[in-house]
């Protein structure tokens, strides 16, 4: 199955797919002075095709594109983001006009959301993350409906994130030892995909996690998956903080985090080795009384350009010093 982009500054891809599976169209690229409208079976444009498809045989699927106005005074400042699956609206005007009619003149909204052409409120909710681009056209109207005035197309971007859904793998030792771990927690530094602020995610308890998807608790050189899944704010991490807590069960071996990726985010994926890091066996020396082990530094070449991971241990859960408001 191929994706044909009909440009030549963009290279075609090519999936290998089984027989009647299902393929998920990717929507939307993106190309430097032209808005997406959308793929179609054909070179001549006949018959659209969008969200999942079927491939029963060889298949092609062309992108079609409109050419945007080339002047600076057509684009718009971005419009406020979505998140995929939740509610958005947005007026372009803060006052209705009367006799006044909005039209998608090149390019697409976001599939799942509408533009009233009377109102310019453009509102519904999205399906599909990703950035897209299109041109508003205005009318006015006199009072026997025959326009009187078009303005220049006015040209938007908007962009569309997902939740983003992280795989966590915990794999345990196999022998009971000192500093064992019944509880592993995991926090993102990142910076706010909305805001551009700073935050430190909230700790999620992978231990507590695994009882969703196991009925068992974790047992001795036992791998357990499961997935988390991130407020849309939350992208690419800066840093991953990894923090162990607890005596009462089998020591962690190794810790992974991957994740496949999205329209709007990388994928990756790192695995981290803990196992030689316990050492002292227990009621004796410093890590045994509850001092932080802090004991390697990773820089990791990662989708956001490197991650920083901390891996300590205490026996008192620490709050992480700067948290969301």
Known sequence: MTLDYCADTMENQTYS?????KFTLTTPPTRLGYAFEGWYDSADYKHA????????DNRTFYAKWAKLSDSLENMQPPLPDATQKKHYTFALYDNELKNTYYTITAGMLPTGLEL???TGVI???????GEYLFAITIEHMNEKGDMVSEEDP?????????????LFSITTGSIKGAHTASKVYVSFYY??????????????NLTEQLSHSY???????????????FPAEVGEPMEIYLRLEGKDGWYCESISIECSGNNMVK???????????????????????GGWLLLIFLLLAAGAGGFLLYVKQNRKKKKPIRRKA
């Open 116 to 118: 009233d052409s009377r």
């Open 123 to 129: 509102s519904g909710i999205p399906t599909a993350a």
């Open 215 to 229: 009925s068992s608790p974790l047992k001795a050189g036992e791998t357990q998956f499961f997935e988390y899944t």
């Open 191 to 204: 910076v706010d995909r909305f805001t551009n602020l700073q935050y430190i995610s909230e700790e999620v």
């Open 49 to 56: 095709v969008s969200g999942t498809v079927k491939i029963t």
């Open 267 to 289: 994928a990756f994926k790192q695995n981290f080795t803990v196992n030689d890091w316990y050492g002292e066996p227990d009621g004796g020396g410093f890590w045994s009384n």
């Open 154 to 166: 006015a040209i938007y971007s908007l962009s569309v994130y997902s939740e983003n859904t992280y």
């Open 17 to 21: 797919v089984a027989s009647n599976e």
